[in-house]
């Protein structure tokens, strides 16, 4: 099937979405309508005449209202599209929908670990607990070269995890518990069979807390070097090396067994996204969501302000009331959030998203949520809380991707989907992150960083196929197989902790 000139997302829209490039004077016949200005592909076309004021709807669904008369034919963006407020209707539980489960779950390869979760890796981490101990955190890590490694096949790697964090904030504020509960997440991480905190000593992240908080853990594999204890930079260094080679031989002992897809918890994330994302990569990775809800594991969608405006199409797929109530409870505070630090949550779409033909946080959100499929949602957790739900479920994080990814693997989550229309180069710390293109352009331009396309939908590939394309993809990299991110050595510089407190 050859490249359609458009697409009509759903018989009330406002707007249609052009397909490639459309120049002024090109008949759009089945619609009635002419194109009447240069056109970008993602971008969309008003289907008819809309007056100042109007509501204007893709999906059937409010992404804005109109700034100007626009006529039919005209080219809908910022410059005549901007937000507004309108009544959503949450009604709450109105469209659960409780997927049938697969009598014989898909299974993979993972690492089974004593307390009974399963990774999808087999790595050491050596964790800073504040920013000052960045440097020995790094050279540690780096002094395990693949050379260094070969006596222990079964590990991937020895990964450093420094952040810009721990100190110059109130020790019992909302920001150290966030960030402890960050690096909790991280060392109960299924992922890694050793870990390794890096702390300088004076800091207000001390170590011996974290420690407390993490409890019970395999002997030998969770340990920890403070760098004015040892005597400063070279000794800290030293220590942290011995103290990892001392991890390497039980870490080898692990060997990938067969598991069910039913202890997978899979991050749904976005970054770079276009016109086409809530058409292709998005609501195809919301059917890749629905068949893993139906084998039995957990999806998690994030970004909070990249839900707002689409926030009722979840509150309606909550199985409980409560569970709709902290959603809209993390919304409202989000709205406060904003105001106290003079932003707004239209200001997310970026420069490239609307450069990809999205106009407002409305349109963008409408499109995020796709990624949740149809399941019922059956729990909201706060950013890095610990996942326990199966099924679909959402945690309140920023939309910048190395921070909502850096949550949801704190949670739990052994591997993350991400799409990306304007081909965002992303990889998470430790745990896997498959690339999914929005469009066979980008898949084709950026295959370096690309690991599946969906972008063939347009062209006639049937939906089902992508999401079973995309469960596949999980399934292979669940079980070892490399993404590209992991290839190319990102994720050390992608753990990023929340930052939410006042630096003082």
Same mark, same amino acid.
């Given at each position: ?246 991890? #390497? ?35 195809? #990775? ?170 063939? #939908? ?47």
């Amino acid at each position: 099937m050859s490249q359609p000139l458009y697409i009509r997302l759903h018989a009330n829209d406002d707007v249609l979405i052009a397909a490639q490039q459309l120049v002024p004077g090109t008949a759009i016949a089945a619609e009635n309508v002419t194109v009447r200005d240069m056109i970008p592909p993602g971008h969309k076309i008003a289907a008819h005449d809309l007056k100042t004021g109007d509501a204007v709807r893709r999906y059937n669904q409010i992404i804005g209202f109109a700034k100007a008369d626009v006529a039919a034919g005209q080219h809908v963006h910022a410059h005549n599209l901007g937000m507004g407020e309108f009544e959503r209707d949450y009604g709450i539980g109105q469209d659960v929908h409780e997927l049938p489960k697969v009598a014989n779950p898909a299974t993979f390869m993972g690492y089974k670990r004593p307390n009974g979760k399963v990774g999808t890796r087999n790595y050491i981490a050596v964790i800073s607990s504040v920013n000052c101990s960045a440097t020995v955190t790094r050279a540690i890590a780096s002094h395990f070269s693949r050379e260094k490694l070969a006596a222990f096949p079964n590990v991937d790697g020895v990964i450093a995890l420094p952040h810009p964090e721990g100190c110059g904030i109130n020790t019992s504020g909302e920001g150290m518990e966030m960030l402890r509960r960050t690096m909790v997440g991280f060392a109960k991480h299924p992922n890694f069979a050793g870990v390794l905190f890096v702390g300088l000593g004076c800091e207000q992240n001390q170590i011996a807390p974290l420690i407390e908080m993490i409890g019970q853990h395999e002997p030998g594999m969770l340990e920890h070097v403070i760098m004015q204890v040892e005597g400063g930079t070279t000794a800290a260094i030293k220590k942290g090396i011995a103290l990892v080679e001392g991890m #390497l031989p039980k870490a080898n002992q692990y060997r990938r067994e067969e598991a069910s897809v039913g202890n997978l918890i899979i991050g749904l994330n976005c970054g770079g996204s276009d016109g086409y994302s809530g058409i292709t990569a998005n609501p195809a #990775l919301g059917g890749a969501s629905d068949l893993l809800v139906a084998h039995g594991a957990t999806t998690v969608l994030s970004e909070t302000p990249e839900i707002y405006g689409a926030e009722h199409l979840l509150t309606r797929r909550a199985a409980k009331p409560e569970i709709a109530q902290k959603l809209i409870d993390r919304i409202a505070w989000w709205k406060d959030y904003c105001a106290r630090t003079g932003g707004e949550l239209d200001n997310n779409p970026s420069v490239g998203n609307k450069a990809g033909g999205l106009t407002t946080i409305l349109e963008k959100s409408l499109g995020a949520v796709a990624k949740g499929g149809t399941s019922s949602l059956n729990g909201v957790y706060r950013f890095a809380e610990p996942i326990d739900a199966k099924g679909f479920v959402f945690m309140d994080t920023p939309g910048y991707d190395p921070v909502s990814a850096t949550g949801q693997a704190a949670g739990g989550a052994q591997i993350i989907c991400f799409t990306t229309g304007r081909g965002s180069a992303f990889g998470c710390a430790g745990v896997p992150t498959i690339k999914l293109a929005t469009n066979t352009m980008l898949y084709e331009r950026m295959r370096d960083d690309m690991d599946v396309n969906c972008g063939d #939908l347009i062209t006639g590939t049937p939906m089902a196929e992508i999401s079973q394309r995309i469960f596949d993809a999980i399934i292979r990299h669940a079980s070892g197989e490399k993404v590209r991110s992991e290839i190319l050595g990102y994720g050390n510089d992608e753990f990023l902790p929340w930052r939410i407190s006042a630096v003082m």
